[in-house]
């Protein structure tokens, strides 16, 4: 039954029920925070031929066991690259998963071999789709504290970025979607 009620909520995290993560911690008060996340969410990184901009995660609940991470990479070399892994401080593991819909029923799996950002194109990851999966948190996602996460691709190498943290449900980064907001 734990098992279960694990999966669920895992799922409605990463698809963005709101619902479930109401309770999220928030840990600091600020305009600062805040700002700084926001200023992450439109910042661009550099790897070899790929762009990454855009990336997020969502604060959780307290003693939430996972996170999902976000971000677009954009490839503007001539030959494909490939997402293999990555770490970050406040997880015990980073996998890349994807989510999808089949016949009703919502799936999660990870990609073992990794996720090709094929030449000349644009890979999303976002809620309900391909994400980065950040599992065994030690600590929740507050809210506004940016989680700086180490990406590993096949060509470009590694790459450090900042996850900006939105609110629980949020769809964008924070400042990325002005009118809308998950609370």
Same mark, same amino acid.
């Given at each position: 039954?734990?098992?279960? *009620? ?7 995290? *990463?698809? !963005? ?24 969410? @439109?910042?661009?990184? &550099?790897? /070899? ?12 609940? $307290? ?5 999902? !991470? ?5 490839? @503007? !070399?001539?030959?494909?690259? @490939? *997402?293999?892994? %990555? ?8 996998? &890349?998963? +994807? ?14 071999? %990794?996720?090709? &950002? ?7 990851? +976002? $809620? !309900? /789709?391909?994400?980065?999966? *950040? ?5 929740? &996602? ?14 470009? /190498? ?9 609110? $629980?449900?949020? @769809? ?12």
């Amino acid at each position: 039954m734990k098992t279960t *009620l694990t999966s669920l909520l895992v799922f409605a995290l *990463l698809a !963005g029920q709101p619902a479930l993560a109401q309770d999220a911690a928030h840990a600091h008060d600020g305009a600062h925070d805040a700002a700084h996340a926001a200023d992450s969410a @439109r910042d661009v990184v &550099i790897a /070899g031929d790929l762009e990454i901009s855009g990336a997020f995660t969502r604060a959780t609940p $307290p003693n939430a066991p996972v996170g999902g !991470g976000y971000l677009v990479i954009a490839n @503007r !070399g001539d030959a494909d690259d @490939r *997402l293999i892994g %990555g770490s970050t401080a406040i997880a015990g593991a980073l996998e &890349i998963h +994807e989510m999808a819909v089949t016949n009703d029923v919502m799936t999660m799996r990870e990609l073992p071999e %990794g996720l090709v &950002i094929p030449a000349g194109e644009t890979v999303t990851l +976002e $809620p !309900g /789709g391909y994400h980065l999966m *950040l599992m065994q948190l030690s600590a929740p &996602i507050v809210e506004g504290v940016p989680v700086t996460v180490t990406l590993e691709f096949e060509r470009a /190498g590694t790459v450090e970025i900042d996850l900006a943290v939105a609110a $629980p449900g949020a @769809r964008t980064a924070p400042g990325a979607d002005h009118g809308h907001h998950a609370h």
